[in-house]
């Protein structure tokens, strides 16, 4: 058994650059990476992530046949080390709302150009205490929120809307469970949601909300040199709209369950693979708002990490399909079908003394 736990912790924690975060519901498009309170010793994380999506319609977009989702780049960095042996922690900067949904100026002759062009930046800090005695931990930590200026169309006639960045302040609580003999690491957490007032020019404000989030994270080995992984994502999309003043809802976001499975697998003592399946279920193939022309999202990720002394490296890639969905509005209905996505990703961590 000592082998095997050896051999085991030579593998690391494969990050899933790319399976577990991109597509979510609403406007998530990354989250906060607690997993890395497990991780051994002091280290800091430089990660990229470029999504390519071809999301077109025979209707708003049958001019140019342009994805109307626009390429999307994102980065975040990380920083954990230990306080003591029952006490770790970590700083984590990462982006994780964000729209790029661009529609065509006109469609069939009449002025269009709807827009969704959001950012924004997440800063948290989080901790871990072990319990003595015990393969139980807790889970804290505190998150500031800021939405970038971004700008909103939903309407031709009243132009472009551009919000002020402002900020806002959440947290997150949860339990951890690990079990050395087989390498099992488990971590359930809680983030109620924030809701940021943005000053905002045409109707005076608006408001952007990250929803409540709760998510089940594991790791665990299976065989010598090989683990699985997993986790159940669960946001509450449905009461988290995009609302304007004067307006209300520009949004029909739906409440939405995320499932990752997947496994790692060592090769030799410097290199290692994962392979790993996510899907998040659609709510309905059919709707009003411009903001949703996606039904669910089945997404397939390989990755690959490469172990130094000092560095590792990991690389990953996948492919995404989107589940069909038909829009209605003024300007008729648009079928949405046979729609995709790449990801790739890169993660460099270095290990400090």
């Not at 998530?28 to 997993?35: A, D, G, I, T």
């Not at 989080?126 to 931990?137: H, M």
């Not at 997993?230 to 369950?257: M, P, R, W, Y």
């Not at 046979?338 to 961590?349: E, H």
């Amino acid at each position: 058994m000592g082998k095997f736990i050896s051999l085991f912790l030579k593998i690391g924690t494969l990050i899933i650059l790319v399976s577990s975060n991109s597509f979510a519901g609403g406007l998530e498009v990354s989250r906060q990476n607690n997993m890395i309170l497990f991780s051994e010793g002091k280290t800091v994380n430089f990660s990229t992530r470029q999504t390519s999506s071809t999301v077109t319609d025979n209707l708003y977009t049958s001019l140019d046949n342009q994805s109307i989702i626009k390429k999307l780049n994102l980065m975040s960095a990380a920083f954990k080390s230990d306080y003591n042996e029952n006490i770790s922690y970590a700083f984590e900067m990462y982006e994780p709302m964000a729209s790029t949904l661009q529609y065509p100026a006109t469609v069939g002759g009449v002025p269009a150009g709807q827009k969704a062009l959001l950012r924004s930046q997440a800063l948290s800090l989080t901790g871990k205490y072990n319990l003595s005695n015990s393969g139980f931990g807790l889970v804290a930590g505190v998150r500031q929120l800021t939405i970038k200026r971004s700008t909103l169309n939903i309407n031709p006639a009243q132009g472009d809307l551009v919000t002020t960045p402002d900020s806002g302040i959440g947290y997150v609580a949860g339990v951890s469970y690990e079990m050395p003999e087989i390498a099992l690491k488990v971590l359930l957490t809680q983030a109620p949601g924030i809701d940021i007032v943005v000053p905002t020019t045409v109707v005076g404000s608006g408001t952007v909300s990250q929803p409540s989030f709760t998510t089940l994270e594991f790791e665990t080995g299976i065989a010598n040199n090989t683990l699985m992984f997993g986790s159940i994502h669960q946001g509450e999309h449905a009461s988290a709209q995009v609302k304007l003043n004067g307006i209300g809802a520009i949004s029909s976001f739906t409440d939405g369950e995320k499932y990752n499975i997947g496994v790692g697998r060592k090769f030799s003592e410097k290199l290692s693979g994962s392979f790993s399946y996510t899907t998040e279920e659609g709510s309905s193939a059919t709707g009003t708002s411009l903001l949703s022309p996606t039904n669910g999202t089945d997404t397939y990720s390989i990755g690959v990490n490469y172990v130094t002394e000092s560095v590792d490296v990991a690389f990953g890639y996948a492919m995404s399909s989107f589940g069909d969905k038909a829009v209605t509005t003024a300007y008729g209905t648009g079928n949405f079908t046979n729609n995709d996505a790449t990801t790739t990703g890169l993660r460099v961590k270095f290990k400090l003394p």
